[in-house]
T-cell receptor, first 115, second 112 residues
């Protein structure tokens, strides 16, 4: 089935620095990639929808200048957390639709800790 | 407001029994309802999808029912095994290709 590879699995960064998270679709082309954030004991919350070759669509309350999304190819979408602060510490996950199962394939997630 | 509610308390059952998890929603008209499994520190894994015009779907030991009048889905795992222990997420898809809206999930613990 469709596989989405997400890196890094975890990252610790200092407050004020930027972190880039990559998601690659390994055996299919993902024209759309979704980025979610999950806080402990909470549901996955959609942050933005990334479309290949165009600007991402951000959900209300998500700062587009802070969470930069790039989807320059059909197999790669990146999320950059700029000027990270401790409140940005969370679990970030990407996903893309599997056209065969009609379900969604998720990356393994990135645990971001900002100190 | 829109809500997706799953059993908030953890579900503990004995191996071999059937686990039944509930998903209720309000102010949504989903085209699809999906169930995912999530293990600690991992991304969700797709299990089953059921369409708005379907009543029931089965896959191996899994069964999903969907009642659009009650706005409820039930997720059953028969002959449960300790390896089934995980958090199970209900997700609504308003139309094909749209982002998923997730419930908080129900934690299932299957003991030997």
């Amino acid at each position: 089935g469709a596989v989405v590879s997400q890196h890094p699995s975890w990252v610790i960064c200092k407050s004020g620095t930027s972190v880039k998270i990559e998601c690659r679709s390994l055996d299919f082309q993902a024209t759309t990639m979704f980025w979610y954030r999950q806080f402990p004991k909470q549901s996955l919350m959609l942050m933005a929808t990334s479309n290949e070759g165009s600007k991402a669509t951000y959900e209300q309350g998500v700062e587009k200048d802070k969470f930069l999304i790039n989807h320059a190819s059909l197999t790669l979408s990146t999320l950059t957390v700029t000027s990270a602060h401790p409140e940005d510490s969370s679990f970030y996950i990407c996903s893309a639709r599997d056209k065969i199962t009609e379900g969604y394939t998720f990356g393994s997630g990135t645990r971001l800790t900002v100190v | 407001s829109q809500k997706i509610e799953q059993n908030s308390e953890a579900l503990n059952i004995q191996e071999g029994k059937t686990a039944t998890l509930t998903c209720n929603y309000t102010n949504y008209s989903p085209a699809y309802l999906q169930w995912y499994r999530q293990d600690p520190g991992r991304g969700p894994v797709f299990l089953l999808l059921i369409r708005e015009n379907e009543k029931e779907k089965r896959k191996e030991r899994l069964k999903v029912t969907f009642d659009t009048t009650l706005k409820q889905s039930l997720f059953h795992i028969t002959a449960s095994q300790p390896a089934d222990s995980a958090t199970y997420l209900c997700a609504l898809e308003l139309a094909s290709g749209y982002a998923l809206n997730f419930g908080k999930g129900t934690s299932l613990l299957v003991t030997p």
